[in-house]
């Protein structure tokens, strides 16, 4: 999922663990655990954006960095508290300025997002953001000027904070329809139950609320297992949902005889409420999305997308190929762009429409391109629409109208 959720998650984590022992530091440390795998990222300063489909979420999102990397990160955070580090003024300061740096991040990107959903809840939101912002600095304010404290954090207690905080992460990663390594190196299968989108609004938002009022009052516990309460209440709402939409696609095409090998469903983007379907057949696939809110009983309409694997020659192979091919899992279709390319559309990740009318309609997708006897794949980011006509249209599709 985004780095929002995970930093909010092992944060509520981290507290829930070590609260009552360390403190608002436990937060840090499990919002620094729930951040750690993601630190693959760095891959992209040299590969490109096909390798980094597959760099990312790959080793550091293993079981075995989980394994390794917990006991790493707690023997770091020893050093850090044996060598004193944490009471110069400069080190406080840095902390301090980055977590209010964070914590205004966050509520940009929130608010953002907000707009993107309906202005009224952001005009909402600002008493709120103003109110947090206030409590933020006096927090800030405090912990610069504060004297010196004494921390010797007991070994087991922290690594069992980035133990919890890193697998939430793993686990949320791995409920998303991306797909996880959680077996690299041993074996290159990506996990993905595909029950909650990579972002979503109705899950983090209230999170983000909640672990704010944790950090700010003095009832951080109560806070925190409202929080977690939260959590699993909306992920056993997304399992829910998962089980319900794959009954619903599956009577769908039943009822269209339509003959399907494999079938992937997951939630469409920033929500749990609009599912996107994608099923293979011999000769095509087959996709489809259906909001819970919606008036009918069954999708519509149903696009039946016929495998055009002839647009590239049967001997075509190169490494980049060979990367998306395994990304996909197989749910690809190739399509000829407006300039006469072939474009690689990846299906699992949904369309920016009802219905595909053109290339420009897909949301994951690849220039592909034949030079010096090599094929190589470029990212495309073309919309037949600019994201301020899209958002309003997209809405009106989650709440089924």
Request: with cysteine.
């Amino acid at each position: 999922m985004d780095s929002i959720t995970h930093i909010v998650v092992g944060a509520t984590a981290g507290y829930m663990v070590a609260g009552r022992t360390y403190g608002k530091r436990a937060m840090i440390w499990g919002a620094l655990g729930g951040s750690m795998p993601d630190i693959d990222v760095i891959s992209n300063l040299w590969t490109d954006p096909v390798d980094s489909l597959m760099a990312h979420r790959g080793i550091t999102h293993s079981l075995l960095f989980l394994a390794f990397g917990s006991v790493l990160l707690t023997w770091l955070n020893g050093l850090f508290y044996k060598n004193d580090l944490q009471n110069g003024r400069n080190m406080r300061f840095f902390v301090a300025s980055f977590l209010l740096v964070l914590a205004a991040v966050t509520a940009l990107v929130m608010n953002v997002l907000l707009l993107s959903f309906d202005g009224l809840w952001l005009l909402l939101s600002i008493p709120f953001c103003i109110w947090g912002g206030v409590k933020l600095i006096k927090i800030f304010r405090n912990y610069v000027l504060q004297p010196n404290i004494f921390v010797k954090p007991d070994f087991r207690i922290v690594w069992l904070v980035f133990f919890v905080s890193m697998s939430t992460h793993l686990f949320l990663d791995t409920c998303t329809v991306y797909g996880t390594g959680l077996l690299e190196p041993f074996s290159n299968h990506r996990f993905a139950l595909s029950n909650i989108s990579v972002v979503d609004i109705f899950f983090t938002i209230p999170a983000v609320v909640i672990i704010l009022l944790a950090c700010v009052t003095h009832r951080g516990i109560y806070y925190t297992k409202i929080n977690i309460a939260w959590m699993i209440l909306y992920f056993a709402l997304t399992f829910f949902n998962y089980q319900y939409m794959l009954d619903v696609f599956g009577r769908a095409l039943d009822k269209k005889d339509i003959p399907v090998k494999k079938m992937l469903i997951s939630p469409a983007i920033m929500n749990n409420f609009l599912w996107y379907s994608v099923a293979e057949t011999d000769t095509a696939f087959v996709t489809c999305s259906h909001s819970l809110f919606g008036q009918a009983s069954v999708p519509d309409p149903i696009n039946i997308l016929p495998k055009s694997y002839q647009l590239l020659p049967e001997a075509a192979s190169s490494s980049q190929l060979n990367t998306l091919k395994a990304f996909s899992r197989g749910y690809y279709n190739l399509v000829i762009d407006k300039q006469g390319d072939v474009q690689w559309n990846d299906l699992k990740f949904g369309m920016f429409s009802d219905a595909p009318k053109d290339a420009n309609d897909y949301l994951f997708k690849f220039k592909l391109r034949h030079d010096n006897g090599v094929w190589t794949a470029q990212k495309a980011s073309e919309m037949n629409k600019s994201l301020a006509e899209f958002w309003p249209e997209y809405w009106k599709r989650v709440w089924g109208q």
